[in-house]
């Protein structure tokens, strides 16, 4: 059973930084991998997504010029560096592997295996 392992969140205060790692324990044949995070009493929401085959990135509205994915394929890992933290952005954090090309890679139900996740803190 191939796992995805996120690590790097913890507590930072507004104006920091922090690097999210995901990894997976075993072999997956990707097409791409993305970020995903949670609030309490929210619901999932998207963040950040790579396309392997081309190097395509996408964020949400909400994040873009301040977080960044990477990753290698090969490796099946992927990063999310978050730059200039607001308190906002507090949220458990999820990677996610996606195998086909069914439905929206903004939906949470496009992915195939997920992380345990990982929680960032943001204070003011």
């Known amino acids: 059973q191939v796992q995805l392992v996120e690590s790097g969140g913890g507590l930072v205060q507004a104006g920091g930084s922090l690097r999210l790692s995901c990894a997976a324990s075993?072999?997956?044949?990707?097409?791409?991998m993305g970020w995903f995070r949670q609030a309490p009493g929210k619901e999932r929401e998207f963040v950040a997504y790579?396309?392997?085959?081309?190097?395509?990135?996408f964020y949400a509205d909400s994040v873009k010029g301040r977080f960044t994915i990477s990753g290698e394929n090969a490796e099946n890992t992927v990063y999310l560096q978050m730059n200039s933290l607001k308190p906002e952005d507090t949220a458990v954090y999820y990677c996610?592997?996606?195998?086909?090309?069914?439905?929206?890679?903004?939906?949470?139900?496009?992915?195939?295996?997920w992380g345990q996740g990982t929680q960032v803190t943001v204070s003011s």
């Open positions: 996610a592997a996606r195998l086909g090309y069914g439905g929206s890679k903004y939906r949470a139900d496009a992915y195939d295996y």
């Open positions: 790579i396309r392997w085959n081309d190097g395509s990135t």
């Open positions: 075993g072999r997956i044949s990707s097409n791409a």
